[in-house]
Every structure is written in C-alpha cells, then in structure tokens.
C-alpha cells in the first residue's frame, strides 16, 4: 500500500522522494515530464499536464492524491464518464486501500467521506457551488481533472470551468493529451488561487509515433501490418455499423494461426454469448478479430479487451470511443477516414479529435514505436488502382475514369492529412452556463448570493457578450424562484450573512444527482393502486425520468409507423392524407397526459426542474408488457448493434426504481416487476449490477469478479424473478397465439415437438368456438396459470381468457430449471395444448 510509505515529515523533498522510492518499487522509472511534474505538486504549485497518451499521467495524479494525504487533505480525482471514475476508483483502492477512497456518481456513492474522492466533473462541480469558497472547513483542497480537454464541451463543459472559479483555496492538477495553448489557464489560475502555476509539456512520447497515408486498399494495408509485427491493430470507423461490416469483411483474411485460435478458445472457455449480435462476435473473435463500440455489452467489451491484452487478437475494428481512455492495448491506429458525422453534420475532424485517437498507438513497456495510418478514400484508393494498372503508358492513364466521391462527401485527402499531423490541438474554448441548479446552489450556501453571483457571472472565462446573456438568464431564474415562494428576500442579512435565502430546506426537496427523484416520488402518489396497470405505472413514472435511450425510441418510432401505414392502406386511405396522419405517430408514451400536466404543476413550485426534460417513454414497459427476453426485444426492433445501449438503460431502469420507488408504494407486484427487471439485466451481463452492488464491498478479492468466463448468479435462485421469468414466457406464448402467429411459436418450440403445425391443429379447434384470445390484464393474472414446483422442473399450465370465460383452453409445460440456469431465461418444454 502507498499509504505504508507516507511520510511523518510532509516536507516537499521528503514526498517526492518517498514516492519516487515507492514507483521504483514497482518497476516504474518516473519520465523526465513526471518528475517536472511531481516536483511541482509536493512544492505546492498547480500544475498544467499536457503530455502525450501513454505518458504516465495516471501515476502523476497517484502523486497527487498522494501529496493531498500526507498533509492532512482532501483531494479529488474527476473524469468525464461514470465507467472512467469507477474504474479510478478501483485502481486507487487497490493502492491506497478501501477506506481511503470514496466515489461519488449519478447513481452511486461510496465512503463519501473518505479523503481521496472519485467523481465525475458535474459532482464536483454541484459540489464547489455549495459551498462558500472562503469556508475555513471547506471540503476540497485538492483536484486533479482527468481528460480537461472535455472543458470545451458545448454541454458539459461548464462542470470543467465551474471548480476553477469557485475553490480558489484548492491546489489543481489539469491533464490532457491535447490541450492546446494554455497561456490563459496559466495565468488565470495563478491569479485565482495566488499559487504558482506551473506548465509541464512534452511532445516527447516514451513510444514515438510514425504517420503515412496509404493508398492501399485498407485489406491490403491490413495484410502488410500483420506480416510487419504492426498488430495490434484498431482499425478506426466513425459508425458502429460500419466497425461491424468491416470486421465481418476482414473473416477472409487469415489473421491468425491454429495455435492462436486454439489459445483464443481456451481464454473465451465457457463465456457466455447471447443471440444476436453475440453469435457475431464470438465468430470474429475466433478468427482473431474484434469488435469494440460503445454500443455493444459491457462483458463484450472486457471479452474484447482481455483477449486483445493476450495478444491474441490481431485487429480490433471500432470506433472513436477509443479516444476516451479505454483499455485496449493497440501497436497501429488505422483510420478509415478523416471525417466525421457530429449529431448535426459531416466534418473534416478537428486536431485534438485526430491526436486523441492517434495517440493510443503504441504500448509504453510493450512497444518501442507506435503506427498511425490514415487511409486515403476509397475513391481515391479505387482510381490510383486504376493508375497503376494503366501503368506508365499516357494514353492508358489518359482513359482511366476517375472514381468520383459518395454523395455528401466532405473532402479530405493527403493534405488534409498533413494538416492534422503538423497541428496542434485547437486552444480550448469556454462553455459555461447558468441554470436553476447554479443560482439555489449558491443561494443555499452562507453569505450574500447577490455577490457570489456577480462574481461568478462576471469573472468567468466569457467573452463580455456572452456574461451579458449569462446574467439575463440568472435574472430570469432568480424571479421566476421568488415568484414560485422558493427563496425570499430578506431586509437584513440573517447570521449567516444571507440577503437571499430559501424558504425550505433544499436538502429535503432538491437532489444533487437525480434532480427529477422529488418530481417521480410526487407522480406516484398520483396513481391508482387499484387499478392492474399500477406496477406498469410506477414504472413508467421513473422512465420519464431517465435520458432517452434515441435509438431504440427511433426503433419503435419506424416500427410504429410502418404499422401505422398498413393499417392505413387497409382502411383505403389516400397516400397524402396518411403523409399527414404518420407526422403524429411516435414512440409509446404512456401516461403522457397525466405526466405533462403534473410536471408543469410541480414546476410551479419548483422551478429548476427546467432544468430537466421529462421525456414519457415505454421500453422496460414495453419489453415487460411484450412479454418478451433481451434477445427477443432487441431482435424485435433489430437492436443488435446497440444492445448495450438498450441493457445500460434498463439498468437506469432498475437502478432509478430500486432508488426512488418509496417502501409504502411498493406492492407485491411492483417488487415482482422490479426483481424481473433486476435479474433481466443480471443475465445478460451482471458486470452492469454487479459493480453496483460491490460497491460498499470495494476491498472485495479482485480475483473472484471480472474474469473472462464469469456467469451470473443461477436465474433459479432468484424465485420471486424466476417466477416472473416464467409468467413473462408462458405469456408471450399467449400474445403470439391470440395473433395466431404459428411459424413464430413454432420457432420457439419446434425442439418440444412443437412447430408450426403443430401449434396450428391444436390452436385452430379454439378459434372455431372462439372469436379471439383475450391478452389484457386478467389474461396474465395469477388465476390463468398453475405452477407445480419440483425439484428439477416445474411444471405449469397457462390457460386462455375466452370471451366467454369458460377458461376450458390453454398449453402446459415443463419449466428445465438447468437449462435455464445454462441460458439465463426461463427454458420451456411445450408438452400439451388444447382443450382441457
């Protein structure tokens, strides 16, 4: 532990030389850039790290934080996403140990007390705004911002600038691979904290990068670099469609030998592989290729990871979230392009975007140089193969046609190239911004508010123009708080020196990290608790709550209106009225009405949930009243690409329920519909729930989580879960049958004996008798299905709700409660169907 080493004397000589001794005693030599910087911090100085990726900046915030505890101090580590502080977290447990370190996220806090915190920038930032900047006991004496170059996020960058300006007391560490000019920071926090302010550069790279540009087709450059030692290589798209294609476009080359396809097998051992997109990736992965996006699982992701880690995947096609610190061990970066589609447009890539991907070639201790190659365009590529086959004859090249450019292709060629190798990254621009949270923040704090906001508003890093918009909105803020009751002006300061206060506790009636928990706890108790749909309800309160997952609401939006545009042919609508009528078809949203109208009650009285937008949606609804599993939902809306987006919601989901759901609003049917939704995404990937969880346990054994082939917990040992695993499959059984949709149950049961056909004779006899299954509430209730529980299956009869309520129809089986361990849902054998 680092902390055995700590010094009695905290004398900067003393702390630079008892961790220097501790590095060594790792096996790590600190950089010339390392040293500059550590000398820096123990000396007291803040320190602005702008060294290349792969340089050690990690063992210099160790430093840091290290310096913070041996005098007695608080110090903070930030970092741009929950995945990137939650693995900091970890890593300093481990080298400080566990009751040293806390984190603080959006949806998870541990050991907030500790003297080492881990938070995204957003928290310490709420953080700074509470509290007084002069407080004697003030929290923060430290701070080392991670990936500082997310200061010029137009969204987000405000929680960069807004620790700078509001704890002039703290001692600050920016770091970044690509940070541009930063003369400004330099002598703005200098001035600020009245500390020197040190600059520490090095274009120096431990492993030096070499550029070209190819005109090769991307097969052939591939090909090259395996047969030159250039693997790892991560071949780099700007689409998670297009990383997919081109993996499954490389499956003909031969990237690996037998023996590396052998060794990759026995590390993939028992992993389990989903449908879908899984039975993809575990083809690519045998073959020596991977697959990295944000889009896909978490346990993919790691499986990816690892295996590239082994040194025994050759290529690794994925897109620019590798510019975002994740742990991907990479000799050559392969870029297929040097544009990018923003969210708004296609543009050429800024240098900061270029350096930051650049940058991950080549593996300090692995590698002694790391490749960067940028491919030139496929059209480009296509006409110089041309060329070169018309050889040096003129009259031959003379008639090769020139390939022209894809429409809506931003051009970008060698000299674009050029450009980006020689730039450096663009100066970092101000994004600050005011909002509700900003001014009760500050209001709730000791002092005058009218000062404090002043000061903020016009001493920050704006140009004049935009600080006057800045304090036209403040004022606006602040009116529409007073005009709501929630602050008051006062004629006298009060003993704490407010002008401003607010006339309730904010900590009651205001949450730092889920600001739209206090507006879903109001809504629930707007429901009925007798009505069938109230779990349902419950939950769909709280997905109103969450970020909209946008490509699964688009999924359901162009499913929705392909449905819509049937049904509109088959009622002999013209094709320019329907035009109209799909304009207003959308996404579900349930409760829309009811949600609206208590969300613009609510802010009338609490005026920062402006702040957030309410977004009425259905997809843990949709999924749970679809009856369907994971694979079976993201099938439905051809997910596959983005099943970690739709898991990483539900997890939201489940997390946000499991929160803010109060006891007394928690029925039996409501925890039956959290369990399931709990143990949904435990079986598809636990690391999402299980990291969650082990929080509070972070001095846990390492070695018994996070291996290549962990599996979660057995589906069967959850019975409350298991039980609504079953209820779910029996009743999709239901749904498909009220369709008589025989091939899609017989693509369920055909290993029972049950195919189409057979579904079809024993189902059709029913509808002779019976116009319709019934499929609402009463239809999956607990008096349509029996269970008989034995101790290796279970056996159940679902039976159907017939208009005329005879209840004389239905199916049984046997639930294989070892398969559906092995699967992670429940597992049915159809055995009969028919009448009773």
């Known amino acids: 532990m680092l902390t055995d080493v700590v010094p009695a004397d905290a004398d900067p000589d003393a702390l630079f030389d008892a961790f220097s001794e501790w590095a060594r005693g790792q096996g790590l030599e600190l950089y010339p850039a390392q040293q500059e910087a550590l000398i820096e911090i123990v000396s007291g100085s803040n320190v602005i790290l702008s060294t290349p990726t792969g340089s050690g900046k990690s063992m210099v915030a160790v430093g840091a934080h290290f310096t913070a505890l041996a005098r007695g101090e608080r110090s903070f580590y930030t970092a741009p996403i929950k995945a990137l502080v939650s693995e900091k977290f970890f890593a300093l447990c481990e080298i400080f140990g566990a009751d040293k370190v806390g984190m603080m996220t959006g949806d998870s806090s541990v050991n907030a007390d500790a003297p080492i915190i881990c938070c995204t920038a957003e928290i310490l930032a709420n953080l700074a705004l509470r509290q007084s900047p002069d407080a004697p006991d003030h929290p923060v004496d430290q701070v080392v911002m991670d990936e500082f170059h997310f200061y010029a996020e137009p969204d987000r960058g405000w929680a960069w600038q807004v620790p700078l300006l509001e704890l002039p007391r703290a001692q600050f560490v920016l770091m970044s691979a690509t940070l541009g000019d930063v003369a400004r920071f330099e002598k703005d926090m200098a001035r600020r904290t009245g500390r020197p302010t040190a600059v520490v550069t090095s274009a120096q790279r431990p492993v030096p990068l070499f550029y070209s540009y190819r005109l090769t087709p991307l097969q052939e450059t591939l090909t090259e670099l395996l047969e030159t030692q250039g693997a790892p290589v991560y071949v780099v798209h700007f689409t998670q469609a297009a990383a997919i294609e081109r993996a499954q476009a490389l499956m003909s080359i031969n990237v690996c030998t037998r023996a590396e396809k052998d060794a990759i097998a026995e590390l993939i051992g028992n992993f389990r592989f989903t449908a879908g997109f899984g039975k993809t990736l575990s083809r690519l992965v045998r073959h020596g290729i991977g697959v990295h996006h944000a889009g896909m699982l978490p346990k993919y992701r790691r499986l990816v990871e690892r295996l590239a880690q082994a040194g ?34 296609t543009r050429l890539l800024k240098a900061r975007e270029f350096h930051q991907i650049a940058g991950r070639a080549g593996r300090a201790g692995y590698d002694t140089i790391g490749t960067v190659v940028v491919q030139a365009p496929e059209h480009v590529v296509e006409t110089e193969k041309a060329l070169a086959k018309a050889g040096d004859d003129p009259k031959k090249r003379r008639k090769v046609v020139r390939r022209k450019p894809p429409e809506g292709f931003v051009s970008w060629g060698e000299p674009t190239f050029d450009r980006l190798v020689a730039a450096e990254p663009e100066p970092l621009t101000s994004s600050f911004a005011v909002s509700h949270t900003m001014l009760l923040s500050v209001i709730s704090r000791p002092g005058d508010a009218f000062t404090a906001m002043r000061k903020l508003l016009t001493d920050n890093h704006e140009d004049p123009a935009a600080q006057r ?3 036209r909105r403040a004022i606006a803020i602040y009116r529409a708080l007073r005009a709501a009751g929630v602050v008051e002006q006062l004629d006298e300061p009060d003993e704490q020196g407010r002008r401003i206060r607010l006339t309730g506790d904010l900590q009651l009636d205001f949450a730092l990290n889920q600001p739209l928990s206090p507006f879903a706890l109001a809504a629930i108790e707007l429901l009925d608790r007798e009505s069938p749909s109230y779990p349902l309800d419950v939950l769909s309160v709280i997905e109103s709550t969450l970020d909209d997952p946008r490509q699964v609401l688009g999924a359901q939006k162009f499913q929705a209106r392909g449905e819509a545009v049937a049904a509109m042919k088959a009622d002999g609508i013209e094709y320019d009225q329907r035009m109209e009528l799909l304009d207003e078809v959308t996404h579900p949203k349930p409760l829309e009405e009811l949600l609206t109208a208590a969300y613009e009650m609510y802010r009338q009285g609490h005026p920062w949930v402006a702040d957030y937008r309410l977004s009425p949606k259905s997809v843990a609804r949709d999924m749970y009243e679809r009856a369907m599993t994971f694979a079976e939902y993201t099938g439905l809306y051809q997910l596959a690409r983005s099943e970690g987006l739709v898991l990483r919601y539900l997890a939201d989901a489940y997390k946000a329920v499991r929160q803010t759901v109060p006891s007394d609003a928690q029925t039996e049917e409501v925890l039956d519909l959290i369990a399931w939704l709990g143990e949904t995404v435990r079986q598809v990937d636990s690391s999402l729930l299980d990291e969650w969880e082990r929080l509070a346990n972070p001095d846990a054994d390492p070695s018994t989580v996070d ?76 008096a349509l299905l029996i269970i008989e529980e034995e101790p290796d299956l279970w056996r159940v009869r679902q039976i159907f709700d017939d208009p005329a309520g005879h209840h004389d129809w239905g199916f049984s089986a046997e639930v294989d ?20």
């Open 312 to 345: 025994l995947l050759k290529i690794v096609c994925g897109t620019d979230t590798l510019g975002v610190g994740i742990n991907v061990p990479i000799r050559t970066v392969v870029f297929t392009a040097l544009s990018k589609y923003d969210g708004v447009r």
């Open 469 to 471: 918009k800045h304090i």
């Open 707 to 782: 291996t290549v082939d962990e599996k979660p917990p057995a589906v069967t040992a959850n019975t409350r879960a298991f039980r609504v695993l079953v209820r779910n499959a029996l009743f999709h059984r239901v749904r498909l049958a009220a369709r008589r949709a025989y091939a899609e149950l017989g693509s369920l049961d055909a290993e029972s004996g049950w195919d189409a056909q057979a579904w079809e004779s024993a189902l059709e006899p029913y509808f002779e008798e019976y116009d319709e299954i019934q499929t609402g509430p009463d239809a999956r209730g607990p």
């Open 817 to 836: 409660l070892r398969g559906s361990d092995e699967e992670g849902v429940a597992v049915l054998h159809i055995t009969d169907a028919g009448q009773l």
